[in-house]
């Protein structure tokens, strides 16, 4: 059964740059479109970012044109490249299935961003 373990997360200046990667037991092509995902505290867990099995990208709209999500399918691993941070992008980050599968979330990474 395949795992996902978040990591990369920290704490950030207002204006900053964070990568965090996404690393699966096992293949994440046999799992197919990959997804992050985040939860700031008190609020509802977000979609931010797809990537497909090919490699193309959707979205969400308060992150496009800041955020960056790849995948390397030979190393099993999902990327999220997260440029000029906001306080507001302070959240735990998950990355899962796309759509999200259940049994796949993990404990996700913490970011904080400091204004």
């Known amino acids: 059964q395949v795992q996902l373990v978040e990591s990369g997360g920290g704490l950030v200046q207002f204006g900053g740059s964070l990568r965090l990667s996404c690393a699966a037991s096992?293949?994440?092509?046999?799992?197919?479109?990959m997804g992050w995902y985040r939860q700031a505290p008190g609020k509802q867990r977000e979609w931010v970012a797809r990537?497909?099995?090919?490699?193309?990208?959707n979205y969400a709209i308060f992150v496009k044109g800041r955020f960056t999500i790849s995948r390397d399918n030979a190393k099993n691993t999902v990327y999220l490249q997260m440029n000029s941070l906001k306080p507001e992008d302070t959240a735990v980050y998950y990355c899962?299935?796309?759509?999200?599968?259940?049994?796949?979330w993990g404990q996700g990474t913490q970011v904080t961003v400091s204004s």
């Open positions: 899962n299935a796309f759509p999200a599968i259940f049994r796949l």
């Open positions: 990537v497909t099995v090919g490699g193309s990208t």
């Open positions: 096992g293949s994440i092509v046999s799992i197919g479109d």
